[in-house]
């Protein structure tokens, strides 16, 4: 058996490009979803908190919110000190 016979002519022409193809549309689909969801269950879930909640209770957990965010910010910009 020769090389040339083990390798295709045209690569797009295998069998594994449709495989390919199916495991790249899973991937986005994930990724988007991945993305997406967290965006729209915080407007639901801030709403939730307002019903639930007293003006006094609904400032604290957003005083909360707004320095977990500040703390990720810091986190992932790299200006955490390793102790």
């Known amino acids: 058996m020769s090389a040339a016979a083990t390798v295709p002519s045209n690569p797009i022409d295998s069998e594994n490009t449709v495989g390919l193809l199916d495991q790249a549309c899973t991937v986005s689909q994930v990724s988007l979803l991945y993305n997406i969801v967290p965006r729209l269950v915080t407007p639901f879930s801030t709403m939730i908190l307002a019903a639930l909640l007293t003006p006094v ?9 707004i320095r977990i965010a500040l703390a990720r910010i810091v986190s992932n910009s790299g200006l955490r000190q390793d102790w």
């Open 57 to 65: 209770g609904l400032r604290a957990c957003g005083n909360c919110h």
